[in-house]
């Protein structure tokens, strides 16, 4: 038989006090204060009204300094007190006592005890006492289960004004199992009608919700649509999200598209509903059918993701590119019909469907790799407020050679930030920071975008505004301070936050000795424990910088083999510092894996990436004549030149047959070195995360 979840309903209707437990027992009268001590003598003699207050006061505990009354509350005299009472027929401490056995309170839970003084009350003219015993008829609770008799007590209160039985009557005829009353299942069906309309006309949004779906069906009324519309529309007004189900689900029977792609998304969130894919894409082709732009967008996102006819996969996000099309987990078939639906949906001017376009065409997903027909779409979506556009537009204009490339990345990336995307204004303080053609550079207004990007817990952002406070850019210098935001995210394992800690711990940065702030003193052996962390967590600046403490015995254990390791690792992620370390090592005939060819691989490169000091050791070697595998006259003058004009060359090691071109190259446009070396580092340190 099935069982009746109404007896949640009683935990609402009758009293609901938070109970405390473990209170020491209070009985001494004398110490009570003369109105409870009154009180307590009445209880004693006898009087029940008295000994229901007391109970009462035992069960809730009074502490009011006003009137000078104080009792610790205590469940078992307030029991005590109420059974007292019950037993000599006062109908409230009935009532009470029974609440007490039906929840365990102050006594151990006795649904057959409950029962027993409901029933009492009842029979007493108790409305509270008729429903809660009605509820207890009506489900199974004690094995008590009597529908007839369940029907007969919540009738009684609602004709005594508990207007809650009502929403109970109606759900009990709907779905009675066995009519006790011997009635047709249409006359049970009017019969939950009529109750429904009770509960509905007394303001239960349940029973405007029954009521709403009752004419909807066509269920024990006359089908009514109107009457239907009216009623569920009623039921939302309480905020009730089934409601909301239900009057979308009615409107979408009706054919209203929006509606249709509506209950898409409540199927596909389970709002209001238990979440189904499957009802959800039905929902959204219903509405498709009728060109209705948000739906067809929807059901391209379900192909995009590979779930145009699965329904066992969330709706994943990480990367733009990623949200859309996860690599290697759609069908070619299926990043098609996701292309012709976004295509349908953009035409009719739907924002995301135009980024979606943007994002395929810039990635070449689905359709041919075409960044003039992605700047396009993305133009057309930026342009309806789609903050995702505009970041990417403002991104595209970020580019170099970009004519007023500036000023348009700052535009479109501002309306971005404005909208709270975090990405757009940590990538707007970078428009700041580096100024670019006709915007400004401005450290301070840099600093503010940061901030709002770290404050939405932005890895970027964060990393960005600690290196503002270490630098003293755009805010007051602050060690201190980048130190304890570099802490935050090595504690979320971002390795090169872990990195930085350490090269803190390392040089005593953020020492308290430095500034006043939380204070990262000298510590070699935190600062090797960091660059461990940075270095298995993959970060090549930390396999660099722990390889060096195990190859010097810095901070931990000496262990130059597994130093040199780590220092490879670093190197063939292509950290240039890496590299020319290990060009030095194996050139080093003392040490004992010295090789000349190893050497000369890892210098170049180094040299490639523009290390200077990389490129003046590979004019040394190509220079020397004794190399004979290796000399060459005109490497050697290349790379020499290359270290000059950054200004790293020691002239006395230079061959004198050399020394007049390399200081003519030392001294041409050194200023225009400084600025292609530091845009080569801002772009190492932009692609620096994973």
């Known amino acids: 038989m099935k069982r009746f979840s109404l007896l949640r309903l009683a935990c609402v209707a009758l009293p609901t006090s938070a109970f405390l437990t473990g209170c020491v027992p209070n009985t001494d009268y004398a110490m009570l204060s003369p109105t409870l001590q009154d009180e307590a003598l009445r209880a004693e003699k006898g009087d029940t009204e008295a000994q229901f207050r007391l109970g009462w006061m035992y069960q809730h505990g009074i502490n009011d300094t ?130 429904y309309k009770k509960a509905a006309d007394h303001g239960f949004a349940r029973g405007q919700l029954k009521l709403g779906e009752f004419y909807a069906d066509g269920t024990g009324v006359k089908q009514d649509k109107t009457e239907a519309f009216y009623w569920l529309s009623k039921a939302r007004e309480h905020g009730d999200p089934q409601a909301e189900f239900a009057l979308t689900h009615f409107k979408a029977e009706e054919g209203d598209a929006k509606a249709q792609f509506e209950l898409g998304e409540m199927y596909r969130q389970g709002k209001g509903t238990h979440a189904d894919l499957g009802l959800a894409l039905q929902s959204y082709q219903k509405s498709a059918w009728q060109n209705y732009a948000p739906a067809q967008y929807a059901i391209a996102r379900l192909y995009a993701q590979g779930q145009g006819a699965r329904e066992d996969r969330a709706w994943a996000s990480k990367s733009t590119m990623e949200e859309f099309f996860p690599q290697n987990k759609v069908s070619k078939e299926d990043q098609a019909k996701a292309i012709q639906l976004f295509t349908r949906a953009a035409a009719q001017g739907d924002a995301r469907s135009e980024f979606a376009l943007g994002v395929a065409y810039e990635y070449g997903i689905g359709v041919s790799e075409d960044g003039r027909t992605a700047i396009s779409y993305y133009q057309k979506a930026a342009e309806k407020g789609e903050p995702r556009a505009q970041l990417a537009l403002g991104k595209a204009y970020m580019g170099e050679h970009v004519l007023h490339g500036g000023q348009l990345a700052g535009k479109w990336l501002k309306k971005a930030a404005d909208q709270g995307l975090p990405e757009a204004q940590f990538k707007l303080g970078q428009l700041y920071d580096n100024g670019q053609g006709e915007w400004p550079q401005d450290h301070a207004k840099a600093v503010e975008y940061y901030r709002l990007a770290h404050d939405k817990n932005y890895v970027q952002g964060s990393f960005a505004l600690a290196r503002a406070y270490e630098e003293g850019l755009g805010v007051a210098f602050n060690p201190a301070l980048a130190a304890q935001i570099y802490q935050g995210l090595a504690d979320k394992n971002i390795p090169e936050a872990q990195y930085k800690i350490g090269e803190f711990y390392e040089t005593g940065t953020a020492s308290k000795d430095a500034i006043e702030g939380i204070g990262l003193p000298v510590d070699q052996h935190a600062a090797a424990s960091w660059y461990r962390r940075s270095a298995h967590e993959g970060y090549a600046k930390g396999q660099f910088a722990f390889g060096m403490a195990q190859l010097f015995g810095k901070g931990t254990a000496l262990i130059p083999a597994r130093g040199l390791f780590w220092i490879e690792k670093a190197a063939d992620q292509g950290d240039a510092q890496a590299q020319f370390t290990l060009g030095k090592a194996y050139i080093d005939k003392r040490l004992p894996f010295f090789n000349r060819a190893k050497s000369v691989t890892y210098f170049e490169k180094a040299a490639d990436q523009g290390h200077a000091s990389a490129q003046f050791a590979l004019g040394l070697i190509h220079s020397n004549k004794e190399n004979h595998l290796y000399y060459d006259e005109k490497k050697a003058q290349k790379y020499f030149c290359l270290a000059a004009a950054q200004g790293i060359v020691s002239m006395e090691e230079v061959p004198e047959r050399l020394a007049d071109t390399v200081m003519r190259n030392r001294k041409s446009d050194l200023k225009r070195a400084v600025i292609d070396q530091k845009r080569a580092i801002a772009k190492i340190n932009d692609d620096s995360f994973r």
């Open 66 to 195: 006003k009137t000078n009354l104080m009792l610790r509350q205590n469940l078992s005299e307030s029991v005590k007190w109420y059974r007292k009472a019950a037993t000599r027929h006062n109908v409230l401490a009935q009532d009470n006592l029974a609440w007490m056995y039906m929840n365990g309170q102050g006594v151990r839970q006795n649904f057959s005890s409950a029962r027993k003084w409901y029933q009492r009350a009842a029979r007493n003219g108790n409305v509270k006492a008729e429903y809660a015993l009605g509820l207890i008829y009506a489900t199974d609770v004690g094995k008590h289960q009597n529908f007839a008799k369940a029907i007969y007590w919540l009738t009684k209160a609602s004709e005594h004004g508990f207007h809650e039985a009502e929403l109970c009557l109606g759900y009990i005829y709907e779905t009675l199992p066995v009519n006790p009353l011997t009635l047709t299942p249409e006359e049970a069906r009017k019969e939950a009608f009529a109750w």
